[in-house]
C-alpha cells in the first residue's frame, strides 16, 4: 500500500489555466507538507498544515491555496499557472512536528506549463 | 549565504571504495538532521536521522558537530546502487520546517 500518494502524477497544461495537485496519507500521520523541487533541483518548503490547521506559509504566490478536508488529505490548488510553476511537487508527511520525525514523501507531480 | 550548503558533486568513485560527503547550515539553534537519499526522477527516502554522539547503519555513518554546524556522511564500501544523491535537511528549533541542501550527487562505477 501506498503511504503517501499524489495524484497526477504528471500534469502538463497551458499558462493561465487552473489546476489541483491531491495528497492522500495513509500512515495516520498529523502533519503534511508540501514542497517544490525546481529546475535547480532545491526541494523548497511552501507549506505545512498540522491536523488540519495552517502552521507553515512560507513565501509563495497567493495563486496557490493549499486545503486540508481532514488530516490525512491535503491538496494543493494553482490558479492563473505560469511558466515559472514548472516543477516537481512533493507532497510529504510526518507524525509530529517537533523532534526528529522523519517526513515520508509521495512519488511527486510533476507540473509543466506550455 | 544558503541555510544548508553541500557540495552539489558528482563525486565519481569506483565499487568498493569510501566517499564522505558533507554539509553545513547556518542555523546554530537548528535540533534535528538527517541524510535523505534522492534517486533519479523519484521522491526523497531517508537515509537516516543524525545523532550528536554519531550513529552507524551498516555501510553508513552520520557525524554531527554543532560547534562547527556541520554533518557528514561515510559511505563504506560502495555499491553501484548507492547511485544517488544525497540530501543533507536540517529541522529548525521550532521543529516545524525541514531545510533542505541541494544535494550532492554520487556516482558509483563499476
Wanted: glycine content about 8%.
Amino acid at each position: 500500500d501506498t503511504a503517501v500518494s499524489q495524484t497526477p502524477k504528471y500534469l502538463v497544461t497551458q499558462m493561465g489555466n487552473d489546476k489541483s495537485i491531491k495528497c492522500e496519507q495513509n500512515l495516520g500521520h498529523d502533519t503534511m507538507y508540501w514542497y517544490k523541487q525546481d529546475s535547480k533541483k532545491f526541494l523548497k518548503i511552501m507549506f505545512s498544515y498540522n491536523n488540519k490547521e495552517l502552521i507553515i506559509n512560507e513565501t509563495v504566490p497567493n495563486r496557490f491555496s493549499p486545503k486540508s478536508p481532514d488530516k490525512a488529505h491535503l491538496n494543493l490548488h494553482i490558479n492563473s499557472l505560469e511558466l515559472g510553476d514548472s516543477a516537481v511537487y512533493f507532497c510529504a508527511s510526518s507524525r509530529g512536528q517537533g523532534g526528529g520525525q522523519p517526513q515520508h514523501f509521495g512519488d511527486g507531480t510533476r507540473l509543466s506549463i506550455l | 549565504r544558503k541555510e544548508v550548503e553541500q557540495d552539489p558533486g558528482p563525486f565519481n568513485v569506483p565499487e568498493g571504495a569510501t566517499v564522505a560527503f558533507n554539509c553545513t547550515y547556518s542555523n546554530s539553534a537548528s535540533q534535528s538532521f538527517f541524510w535523505y537519499r534522492q534517486d533519479c526522477r523519484k521522491e526523497p527516502k531517508l537515509l537516516m536521522s543524525v545523532y550528536s554522539s554519531g550513529n552507524e547503519d551498516g555501510r553508513f555513518t552520520a557525524q554531527l558537530n554543532r560547534a562547527s554546524q556541520y554533518i557528514s556522511l561515510l559511505i563504506r564500501d560502495s555499491k553501484l546502487s548507492d547511485s544517488a544523491t544525497y540530501l543533507c535537511v536540517v529541522k529548525d528549533n521550532a521543529g516545524n520546517m525541514l531545510t533542505f541542501g541541494g544535494g550532492t550527487r554520487l556516482m558509483v562505477k563499476p
